[in-house]
């Protein structure tokens, strides 16, 4: 059985998840490249990063988005929300701030739900500190829909 899901449970399947599908249209084609977010709710955005390539120069070019996260327990019982939003590439600051936070936000979900330590954090530390930045993104959500089988 097939039940879409109330406002909180797509809020709680994009929080406690960091694995996702970005969607973009690149040249009237539709690309979808797996992708690790954060979310943050209280500004209602995807936090990502990424290198210089086809994915950020097609976004640049259309910057209408989705992502669709998928929380999976059994072929039976899984959870599926998707994100429509818009694609923002952030500079200076602004982007060391949204990295810093995108950084501490995955570690804690990874140290919950798999119980590791990572050590790629630090890259990310050194990258703010010798401004040797990924790109980073915001994807600024307008619609989140989702769905749940359980049988």
């Not at 039940?3 to 690149?26: K, R």
């Not at 959870?79 to 060391?96: C, N, P």
Request: overall charge neutral.
């Amino acid at each position: 059985m097939y039940i879409n899901l109330e406002a909180s449970a797509n809020q709680f399947v994009l929080e406690n998840n960091y694995l996702g599908h970005l969607s973009y249209i690149y040249q009237d084609k539709p690309f979808v490249v797996p992708i690790t977010y954060f979310y943050n709710q209280k500004k209602n955005v995807i936090i990502c990063y990424s290198g210089e390539g086809h994915k950020m120069n097609a976004m640049r070019l259309n910057n209408n988005v989705a992502m669709n996260v998928i929380d999976v327990d059994s072929l039976t019982k899984w959870r599926s929300v998707t994100i429509h939003g818009t694609f923002e590439q952030l500079f200076a600051s602004e982007a060391k701030s949204y990295l810093h936070e995108f950084s501490l936000g995955i570690k804690a979900l990874i140290v919950e739900k798999e119980q590791k330590e990572l050590s790629f954090i630090s890259e990310f530390s050194s990258k703010m500190v010798n401004d040797n930045l990924p790109m980073i993104f915001i994807i600024k959500i307008e619609e989140i829909t989702g769905k749940m089988r359980k049988d």
